[in-house]
């Protein structure tokens, strides 16, 4: 069974930083790509991040750009998030994703026309940045 549980999270100052965790099991990250979501009250499910195992390609959505950093090992099978300078409107509830994926697979071309097959939803980490 794929499961996937993300740890992370927390409170902290703007301008802070934050690292996400993502552990898979039941699957290895060979062919999958693994995709960061947040969820802020009131607003839809937004796409953060995705890497993909067919090339390391990664994607970042525009309001994340140069602050957020996804990485994977594959040895421990994790995904990780890191966060830096982080924003108010970085609040939400973070979850990671998973989509199997028949390589090649590049997230920053591939990621927008797939982010709504992204399934096996982690239960969710809190991050609430103060101002």
């Known amino acids: 069974e794929v499961q996937l549980v993300e740890s992370g999270g927390g409170l902290v100052q703007a301008g802070g930083s934050l690292r996400l965790s993502c552990a898979a099991s039941?699957?290895?990250?060979?062919?999958?790509?693994i995709g960061w979501f947040r969820q802020a009250p009131g607003k839809e499910r937004e796409g953060v991040s995705c890497?993909?195992?067919?090339?390391?390609?990664?994607y970042y959505a525009d309001s994340v750009k140069g602050r957020f950093t996804i990485s994977s090992d594959n040895a421990k099978n994790t995904v990780y998030l890191q966060m830096n300078s982080l924003k108010p409107e970085d609040t939400a509830v973070y979850y990671c994703?998973?989509?199997?994926?028949?390589?090649?697979?590049?997230?920053?071309?591939?990621?927008?026309?797939?982010?709504?097959?992204?399934?096996?939803w982690g239960q969710g980490t809190q991050v609430t940045v103060s101002s």
């Open positions: 039941g699957f290895t990250f060979d062919d999958y790509a």
């Open positions: 994703a998973a989509l199997r994926i028949t390589p090649p697979y590049f997230c920053y071309s591939d990621y927008a026309a797939s982010a709504a097959d992204f399934g096996s």
């Open positions: 890497i993909s195992s067919s090339d390391g390609s990664t």
